[in-house]
């Protein structure tokens, strides 16, 4: 039996890996889908919005939705950095420093609302927000250890030309979705209030190293988004209100791999994306249950569903398992796979 074992687990490693080396975490091969992705996701994804699947959004935020995405109550918007109220408007970054950015310079921002420009980089040291645009990065963005970049607002007009890198602790937000800030309250028929995916691009990768979380939302990524650790196993939902941490990928373009792992919180889902490589969900561990029958009680996280993917889909070793969950309440189908279903999402 424990030779069985052994040889299971060595399957699932080679196939990781050969999953991996398939599509190399280098986004280039699936830029030739991009085209075609992108005009699916236009039409699925703004469709999608207007689901009941976005009152799956209280998996954003707890039931003063206001509050952000809810369950950003929970995960302390406000809360755990200080939100905008500790820096208040362009006091923190300088208003004069953001304004000057059209001149091309790099921003540091140690807090408040990064004013339309253009930047050669940018370094988040605070607690900030982009609420509006154009904003263009031609460079990297770096998220400071246990601060939050909030740029998921109805006029955030936003282009990154690098990488994002999210530090420990951190919070990262981009793109709008039901119940985040003034993304609106009342999900409805296409189009959402933000126009759909696009108003938020990446043209390189993401990477969060022990972030907190990070909310990925009607965004195009032109390369990778990993998630590796992070999250707070400490931060629960308090029933009847929905308001722990968080961390969901919903309605986005990926051109590259998308992989989460060894996370920890409330809720965890990838719902709704089109991705151009593989997608590996592991050792997620989440621990809100159902509130609605026939799920009430039911282990409710690691929501994994309406993806169309281009290479594998592989999970295992999540609490709890990979799932549509009541997520299917909503509308929420199975993946789209062009390669192989493996581990906890065979079935999905």
């Known amino acids: 039996m424990r030779t069985l074992v052994l ?40 469709g ?10 209280r998996r954003h935020a707890g039931d003063q939705g206001d509050q952000g995405h809810k369950g950003d109550e929970g995960h302390g918007r406000d809360q755990g950095h200080g939100g905008d109220q500790g820096h208040g408007g362009d006091q923190g970054h300088g208003g004069d420093q953001g304004h000057g950015g059209d001149q091309g310079q790099a921003l540091t921002c140690a807090g408040g609302d990064i004013a339309p420009g253009i930047y050669k980089g940018l370094i988040v040291a605070g607690n900030c927000t982009i609420k509006s645009g154009p904003v263009t990065i031609n460079g990297n963005v770096t998220v400071a250890d246990g601060v939050y970049l909030n740029a998921g607002w109805l006029g955030t007009r936003l282009t990154i030309n690098g990488d994002v890198k999210v530090g420990k602790g951190a919070t990262l937000g981009l793109g709008c979705a039901y119940f985040y ?8 028929p296409p189009p959402p209030p933000w126009g759909g995916v696009g108003n938020v691009t990446v043209n390189g990768n993401i990477d969060a190293d ?22 707070d196993a400490t931060m629960v939902d308090h029933p009847p209100a ?5 961390l969901p990928i919903k309605d986005n373009v990926i051109d590259g791999n998308l992989s989460v ?14 991705v151009g490589g ?42 709890p398992h990979a799932q549509v969950g009541d997520a299917a309440l909503e509308g929420a189908v199975a993946n789209t796979v062009t390669g192989s279903k493996i581990g906890e999402c065979a079935g999905l």
């Open 278 to 319: 593989n997608v590996i969900v592991s050792h997620i561990v989440g621990t809100r249950v159902g509130t609605e029958a026939p799920f009430v009680g039911v282990p409710d996280s690691t929501e994994v569903a309406t993806n169309t993917i281009g290479g594998n889909l592989i999970c295992f070793g999540n609490t």
């Open 210 to 231: 022990e972030a907190l979380t990070i909310y990925l939302d009607s965004t195009i990524v032109h390369g990778n988004v990993v998630v590796n650790g992070g999250g």
């Open 7 to 46: 040889l299971f687990g060595a399957a699932v490693v080679a196939l990781v890996a050969m999953a991996f080396a398939g599509s190399a975490f280098g986004g280039d091969q699936n830029h030739a889908q991009r085209d075609q992705n992108h005009a699916q996701a236009d039409q699925g994804h703004s």
């Open 181 to 188: 800030n003034d993304c609106g309250f009342t999900p409805g």
């Open 261 to 274: 792992h060894d996370w920890a919180g409330a809720w965890f889902g990838i719902l709704r994306n089109h």
């Open 48 to 57: 999608n919005q207007g689901q009941k699947s976005d009152q799956g959004d």
């Open 242 to 246: 929905e308001d722990g941490l968080v």
